[in-house]
């Protein structure tokens, strides 16, 4: 063994290297104050490793970018420790690097013979934000979709190369694949090797010049290993166990959240989300651009924020003027306080913008709904996005908020939890066709409130007289026989949340539907099965997928309510939604999507 | 012998420093096939057409409120993404809304700010944008001085069929520009 390892030494010195990197003399000692460097390494290692393996398992395409990350996140095993990992180290980095900045110059050690270090350093920090930036929208989902294009247009306003730049990271006009095989590339390829050569550099001159300060003269020299390797490892171990807090935080405080990094509804480009925000880091900077009116971005954007740059790089020379030091540490340590003043005041704008607070939760439902879809059925080779858009669950709310709320209510609001403005015109349809919701509609306290026929033209019609009047007067025995109609009339629409009931009353049912036809003459109006009624709705599969979606494509047909329809639209004969639309309305309502 | 020398010299200094130069201008055109290969393809996109104008159906005359109050719709329309053609992608989306004169007016939704989407909120009957807080009137001018968007939502070409479907020009807008310049 000994004689193969003085073969290998011979001729490949390493034995030596490491001895010398080992026990590199270490002035004054092993200090806690010393660990920077290696954390800092530490950390940047972490990135590589986790990011190796992610890329083991990432494919950056626009169908495939979110859904290989999805897979990472909720299907492979350890996937949501390892993104976990990836994603919180990057956000400690970013703060780490800065306190090292902070570290440097108020400790003075950016200056002579320090400067070309000092810069290095500075480019390193500019390459690990950058880093970040690219790494954000790599998901491809909302958040990271839309806070990044907020970017790239701010970049798109940088004068002359500006827009040339933009268009070639973007990799088009439009956002789409080569967005993420460009972004990814710079991610993954050009920054991490850029980053190893600045290290590389980093390291190399820290060496050349050795800690700067004061040499402790009370303190003997010592070897870096073991004293002063135990602490860098202590430290490192510290970091990690920051890393494991925040991914597992949700879970140890049952705090709705994610177990490691969060991951969004995957990205749409034709639905907007308001909750875009960049990653906390740079929350400074876009609290900062809400600051410049229109036209003046650019100063925003561009111009101060290279000039505090260019402020940080003369550090080294402004230091040799009078109180040019004290300066530099003020400077910077305003900076500092401005950036937490600015990003506390962004998230305590977002804190008081109940908008703002409505899209965070839409978008965290979304990407719920999303990942249980992608979990039951796969995702197709569209994209997940289009589980998304065939859902009746996710698109039936919109489409109500968007086409019917403002007549009718669900459950009080727009379908999607908000209030509505104008005055409710029309029934409540949460719950259309229970046993619950037939019971208020031939309730005569009920049937003429605003939940039921109140703001229509049938408030005072045919069947609120009938309800108020004749229903109002039934003895005991046909109030028993109301509820088995009830239940009869609600067993037409087949409705998923009373399967188990309806198979148990099957025989008050089949009562029920008997009383309608004979001691009731619900017929004498409505048709029925083989009853063909006159004046109103035909009762045949009431509240059935299928009623509903003829109802909807046009209620002034003649087997609803013909020419007495009220104000309620064709919207399948007028084109104003498709039949998969009104099909994901009719689904919605029904309670019918994939659990 | 002295001038034989002499020459040699002037020869030797003059074969080294053409060495030296033909040294590195063959050097520089090696390296520069790879990195000319590299330029082209990553500038590419540079050289592309975008989409540009497409006349697309968003939705009929009866889907507008009679009020004027505007109305988000969807634009899906044919894509190309790179090396894929989709029949019907969400492209983009647009505000409608009927307009005093009985026409309707189209504004892309896209802030010409940062290229958020905006929202129109019904209390005020204004956009705001959820991202740095522009504010827009219903006809799409700034409406809040301190916006930070350089100019009013863009307006696209509205077409109202005789059976009542409502075609848009759509088209999407360069961001942070005072002026209105089509993504080409």
């Not at chain 1, 004689?3 to 270490?26: D, K, Q, S, V």
């Not at chain 1, 990271?169 to 991490?192: E, K, Q, S």
């Not at chain 2, 026409?103 to 700010?113: G, Q, R, S, T, Y």
């Not at chain 2, 009957?125 to 100019?151: E, K, M, N, Q, Y």
Request: neutral net charge; charged residues 20%; hydrophobic residues 45%.
């Amino acid at each position: 063994m000994k004689a193969l390892l003085g073969w290998l030494e011979e001729r490949t010195g390493a034995g030596r290297l490491a001895h010398e990197f080992l026990y590199a003399n270490i002035p004054g000692g092993a200090r806690w104050r010393y660990v920077w460097g290696g954390m800092l390494i530490f950390s940047i290692g972490l990135q590589f490793v986790t990011g190796v393996f992610l890329w083991l398992d990432y494919s950056p395409s626009a169908q495939t970018a979110w859904e290989s990350v999805n897979y990472i996140q909720n299907e492979m095993s350890g996937g949501w420790l390892l993104r976990g990992l990836h994603h919180y180290n990057a956000q400690l980095l970013p703060v780490l690097l800065v306190l090292h900045l902070m570290q440097v110059v108020i400790g003075g050690a950016y200056k002579s013979p320090r400067e070309v270090n000092f810069w290095v350093g500075l480019a390193l920090l500019l390459l690990v934000l950058l880093t970040a930036l690219t790494g954000y929208q790599l998901p491809w989902d909302q958040k990271g979709f839309w806070a990044t294009k907020v970017a790239m247009n701010l970049a798109g306003v940088v004068p002359v190369l500006g827009p040339a730049l933009q268009r070639i990271m973007i990799g088009g006009a439009d956002y789409g694949h080569l967005t993420l095989t460009r972004f990814f590339a710079v991610h993954a390829g050009i920054l991490p090797g850029t980053i190893l050569l600045v290290l590389a550099a980093h390291a190399y001159l820290f060496r050349r010049h050795g800690f700067a300060g004061d040499a402790s003269k009370r303190q003997p020299d010592g070897p870096f290993w073991p004293d002063q390797a135990l602490r860098n490892a202590v430290v490192c171990l510290a970091l990690v166990a920051t890393l494991l807090f925040l991914i597992v935080r949700h879970r140890v405080f049952s705090t709705p959240g994610p177990l490691g990094a969060e991951l969004g509804a995957p990205a749409d480009p034709s639905q907007p989300y308001s909750a875009a925000r960049p990653e906390w880091y740079f929350l400074f900077m876009f609290q900062f651009l809400k600051l410049f009116p229109g036209g003046h971005e650019l100063w925003g954007a561009v111009v101060i924020p290279s000039l505090v740059a260019l402020a940080i790089f003369l550090m080294p020379f402004t230091a040799r003027m009078k109180r040019g030091h004290q300066f530099n540490v003020a400077f910077l340590c305003l900076l500092v306080a401005g950036a937490g003043t600015l990003a506390v005041a962004a998230k305590l704008s977002d804190a008081a913008d109940p908008d703002y607070q409505a899209a965070v939760v839409q978008a965290q439902a979304e990407a719920a709904r999303v990942k249980t879809l992608a979990h039951l059925e796969g995702i197709p080779a569209g994209g997940a996005l289009t589980l998304l858009q065939h859902d009746p669950l996710t698109q039936g709310p919109k489409l109500f908020a968007r086409n019917c709320a403002s007549c009718h209510r669900y459950n009080g609001t727009d379908g999607l939890g908000r209030p509505v403005k104008d005055a409710q015109t029309a029934s409540d349809l949460a719950g259309f066709g229970s046993r619950e919701w037939l019971t208020g509609l031939l309730d005569p306290e009920r049937i003429s409130t605003t939940n039921y026929f109140g703001g229509t033209k049938f408030k005072d019609g045919k069947m609120a007289k009938f309800v108020k009047k004749t229903v109002a007067a039934y003895t005991p025995e046909q109030q028993e026989q109301l509820k088995q109609v009830i239940e009869g009339l609600s067993a037409e629409g087949h409705l998923i949340s009373q399967q188990a009931v309806d198979q148990r009353d099957a025989e008050r049912i089949k009562a029920g539907v008997g009383f309608l036809t004979d001691s009731l003459d619900c017929v004498k109006c409505h048709a029925f099965h083989d009853e063909t009624g006159t004046t109103a709705p035909d009762l045949t599969g009431y509240g059935s997928r299928e009623w509903l979606v003829k109802f909807l494509n046009n209620p002034g047909q003649d087997d609803f309510y013909g020419e007495i329809n009220d104000r309620m639209p064709a919207f399948g004969e007028k084109g104003i939604l498709s039949q998969e639309e009104i099909g994901m309305i009719a689904d919605w309502l029904r309670g019918d999507w994939k659990q | 012998m002295a001038m034989h020398s002499e020459r040699t010299d002037t020869g030797t200094d003059r074969r080294g420093f053409f060495k030296k130069l033909l040294a590195a201008a063959l050097g520089a055109i090696a390296a520069a096939v790879p990195l000319a290969a590299g330029f082209m393809v990553a500038t590419d996109p540079l050289r592309r057409k975008s989409a540009g104008l497409a006349q697309v159906k968003v939705t009929t005359l009866d889907a507008l409120p009679a009020d004027g109050v505007p109305r988000r719709f969807p634009v899906i329309a044919a894509k190309t993404d790179a090396w894929n053609r989709f029949a019907d992608a969400p492209v983009g989306a647009v505000y409608l809304r009927r307009t005093a004169d009985g026409k309707v007016a189209a504004l892309n939704v896209v802030c010409p700010h940062a290229g958020c989407f905006v929202d129109f909120v019904p209390g005020t009957g204004t956009f705001l944008c959820p991202c740095h807080r522009s504010s827009f009137a219903v006809d799409g001018a700034i409406a809040d001085p301190r916006s930070p968007s350089p100019r009013g939502l863009d307006s696209l070409a509205v077409d109202v069929k005789e059976d009542g479907s409502v075609w848009v020009a759509f088209e999407n807008f360069e961001a942070g520009r005072p002026d209105k310049v089509p993504v080409a």
